[in-house]
């Protein structure tokens, strides 16, 4: 061993070795290949490339020129409504992004634990509901108690939507997949009877009443701007879970145990204390999405308030290697798309769903990697494959 | 007697002290070393670094961890020094396992159990598809560790390798353990009768009829 090994720096954790331009090589590459699919899908549709993902790009990030006459207005008059519409789109890109860090983080977790967790949808709904139950039903609360409360709520109640399916894979070797599938169903038919019985609010919309404002998320800017602390929170947890996951015992415990039952075991960990673990924690972190959704954005619940926001964090957790980072970038990422999406919907008239083409296909591209190494010539390297799933049983 | 399967009937004693309910991390702080028979699956996290591997089974204890927390100085020193000193070949300790060659991710393993004090020995195949060099390298150390008063427990197939490191040797057939000989008084061939469920003890006549029931 010669002193030129020291020279090797460490590979970062958790992408399977390599270096990190390897690692993302094939998701940066996914993502281009899709927008080209996605521009083949809007020739075909008719529409113009350009006027299309110019759209796109307005509806992400803002339009330059409004930004330069926003700030004019500010200089001029110390008017601030022109300057607020401008950066509107990027703030709502980001609100969008929110919750999709949060879910793809849960499910992430899960992946790096050997679970699929497509539970994160019903987890999310309810993680929703009792925050909003904690927000609305408890007045008179100083923000500082009430808010950590109220998320702190949707965290638990995800965590039991979690909890189950985890506790049925560890003792009885139940596959997830089915059973958090069923407690997403079982959590889409809660919460129509809830939002239509005992926690709707007066009138006709199967709706919750609203929070109260001290159990709100704060946000930046005045209205209309949406943008609220729920990002700063998504990014504090997103950190905490890097850390957990590659700098604690229990991490590594984590991972272990998603890269290697068999080693795992025979290393004395316990796989059915992992298990439970992780689907608790993974529910919990779904249900912080909620949360982070009623709190800050919305400030109620109603029917179809999760809105696929489980099943995108799949395909999230997937391009972002089930790295807390690369989640947080995908989730950008995906947040940017769908926000710019509707604008190019209204702009454009090309319709969303080019948007689910072009995340579908990158799905595709990451389920099997191999389409992108043929594609661009790339070769090889022996990396950490994400586990979908080891079989039914134990 | 890893604490992987369940014990069914009787109980353990190891070091004076019997063990019967008990689980692989309770056996391993008791002092037994274990070299899996399939190392690949039960032995290394392949996708993980060398450094990771060589702390896989004491990641929880000082000083690799403080509380939760794990200490990847110690992790990176430990790793070095375990590289060094059995010579595992390899460009440094943060390539995965997957890069090492069999004889070298068994070197790992071999540094990894050697490297925390320990009563007993299970060494199952030890040797399986290495190299010469490293089959030498790993049946020096066995003895090594003969030498030093732990027990040792040697699993294999190979019966040059029973009679060359073994004090004594138990042979088992379908299951039971056909009988327990000092291995310098027998040969290859005493050993293979036992192999094939025939005690060599046995008178000529009766050696012939079990012969005649085997085939």
């Known amino acids: 061993m010669t002193d030129k090994n020291k020279l090797k720096s460490k590979t970062p954790e958790g992408i399977g070795g390599g270096s990190l331009r390897d690692a993302i090589r094939v998701p940066a590459l996914a993502v281009l290949t899709g927008l080209i699919i996605g521009a083949f899908a809007i020739i075909i549709s008719g529409a113009n490339v350009f006027t299309a993902y110019g759209a796109l790009f307005v509806g992400s990030f803002g339009d330059p020129v409004r930004f330069f006459t926003g700030f004019q207005q500010l200089f001029s008059t110390g008017e601030t409504a022109g300057l607020l519409k401008a950066i509107y789109p990027f703030t709502e890109s980001l609100v969008t992004a929110t919750p999709y860090i949060f879910a793809g983080l849960s499910v992430a977790l899960g992946f790096r634990c050997g679970l699929f967790n497509i539970g994160a949808e019903g987890q999310f709904f309810i993680g929703a509901l009792c925050s909003a139950f904690v927000g609305y039903s408890l007045i008179g609360l100083p923000a500082y108690i009430h808010l950590p409360l109220a998320l702190l709520g949707g965290a638990a109640g995800g965590a039991l939507w979690g909890i189950i399916p985890g506790y049925l894979k560890a003792k009885f070797g139940a596959h997830e997949v089915?059973?958090?599938?069923?407690?997403?169903?079982?959590?889409?038919?809660?919460?129509?009877?809830?939002?239509?019985?005992?926690?709707?609010?007066?009138?006709?919309?199967?709706?919750?009443?609203?929070?109260?404002?001290?159990?709100?998320l704060p946000r930046f800017f005045p209205d209309p701007i949406r943008l609220n602390w729920g990002l700063i929170l998504a990014f504090v947890v997103a950190y905490a879970l890097y850390w957990f996951l590659f700098k604690t015992t229990l991490g590594f415990e984590i991972r272990s145990v998603g890269a290697n039952p068999d080693a795992a075991k025979y290393a004395g960990m316990s796989i059915v204390k992992n298990l439970v673990l992780v689907m608790a924690m993974a529910g919990g972190l779904a249900g912080l999405a909620g949360s982070a959704q009623v709190l800050g954005v919305d400030h109620w619940v109603g029917q179809g308030f999760s809105a696929g926001y489980g099943f995108d964090a799949i395909a999230l957790a997937l391009l972002g290697k089930s790295h807390p980072f690369g989640v947080v970038l995908s989730a950008l990422l995906f947040g940017f798309l769908r926000s710019g999406a509707t604008r190019m919907q209204s702009m454009a008239g090309i319709p969303i769903d080019i948007i689910s083409i072009i995340q579908g296909m990158v799905i595709v591209f990451i389920a099997a990697p191999e389409i992108i190494r043929w594609l661009y010539r790339i070769k090889n390297i022996k990396a950490e494959e994400t586990v979908l799933t080891r079989g039914w049983g134990k | 007697m890893t604490g992987l399967l369940p014990i069914d009937v009787g109980q353990i004693q190891l070091v004076g002290e019997a063990i019967r309910h008990t689980s692989p991390?309770?056996?391993?702080?008791?002092?037994?070393?274990?070299?899996?028979?399939?190392?690949?699956?039960?032995?290394?996290?392949?996708?993980?670094?060398?450094?990771?591997?060589?702390?896989?089974?004491?990641?929880?204890?000082?000083?690799?961890?403080?509380?939760?927390?794990?200490?990847?100085?110690?992790?990176?020193?430990?790793?070095?020094?375990?590289?060094?000193?059995?010579?595992?070949?390899?460009?440094?300790?943060?390539?995965?396992?997957?890069?090492?060659?069999?004889?070298?991710?068994?070197?790992?393993?071999?540094?990894?159990?050697?490297?925390?004090?320990?009563?007993?020995?299970?060494?199952?195949?030890?040797?399986?598809?290495?190299?010469?060099?490293?089959?030498?390298?790993?049946?020096?150390?066995?003895?090594?560790?003969?030498?030093?008063?732990?027990?040792?427990?040697?699993?294999?197939?190979?019966?040059?390798?029973?009679?060359?490191?073994?004090?004594?040797?138990?042979?088992?057939?379908?299951?039971?353990?056909?009988?327990?000989?000092?291995?310098?008084?027998?040969?290859?061939?005493?050993?293979?009768?036992?192999?094939?469920?025939?005690?060599?003890?046995?008178?000529?006549?009766?050696?012939?009829?079990?012969?005649?029931?085997?085939?």
């Open chain 1, 178 to 216: 089915v059973n958090t599938i069923m407690m997403n169903w079982i959590a889409f038919k809660l919460s129509d009877w809830l939002l239509n019985g005992p926690m709707k609010a007066s009138g006709f919309r199967p709706v919750t009443p609203t929070v109260e404002l001290s159990a709100q």
């Open chain 2, 25 to 215: 991390r309770d056996i391993l702080e008791r002092g037994v070393a274990h070299i899996p028979e399939d190392r690949q699956r039960h032995g290394l996290l392949l996708s993980f670094p060398i450094h990771d591997n060589m702390m896989l089974c004491t990641y929880y204890q000082p000083p690799f961890a403080k509380g939760v927390s794990l200490q990847q100085k110690t992790i990176f020193d430990n790793a070095e020094a375990l590289v060094k000193q059995y010579d595992v070949r390899t460009p440094n300790i943060y390539v995965n396992a997957s890069t090492l060659s069999g004889g070298n991710q068994q070197k790992v393993i071999v540094a990894r159990e050697f490297s925390r004090p320990i009563h007993l020995l299970i060494a199952s195949q030890p040797t399986r598809g290495l190299d010469v060099g490293s089959i030498e390298y790993i049946h020096t150390q066995i003895i090594k560790k003969r030498n030093e008063g732990v027990g040792v427990l040697l699993v294999s197939s190979e019966l040059d390798e029973i009679l060359a490191l073994s004090d004594r040797i138990a042979v088992m057939y379908k299951g039971r353990i056909m009988d327990i000989v000092d291995a310098n008084k027998v040969n290859k061939e005493y050993l293979g009768l036992l192999m094939a469920g025939i005690h060599p003890s046995e008178t000529p006549k009766a050696k012939s009829s079990a012969a005649e029931k085997v085939f």
